[in-house]
């Protein structure tokens, strides 16, 4: 509620989820540690594949609208 006292009513409330099943997460879980990898045992990786998705999609936002 402060924030929208400071910055006003927001246009957008935009939710995001992260699968740790994603392909790109256990593409990158297969390279950097092996194939038997879990997803819950890597919390970087997860955390920085999701940031680069929760980026390109405001990049997208942004952008394109």
């Known amino acids: 509620m402060a924030m929208v ?3 006003g009513v927001p246009d957008l409330f935009i939710t995001m ?3 740790p099943k994603d392909e790109d997460i256990l593409r990158s879980l297969k390279e950097q540690v092996g194939d038997d990898a879990q997803a819950h045992n890597y919390p ?7 940031y680069l998705k929760f980026k390109k999609m ?5 952008k394109d609208g």
């Open 5 to 7: 006292a400071q910055l």
């Open 58 to 62: 405001m990049d997208e936002v942004r």
């Open 17 to 19: 989820t992260c699968n």
């Open 44 to 50: 970087h990786l997860v955390t920085r594949i999701s």
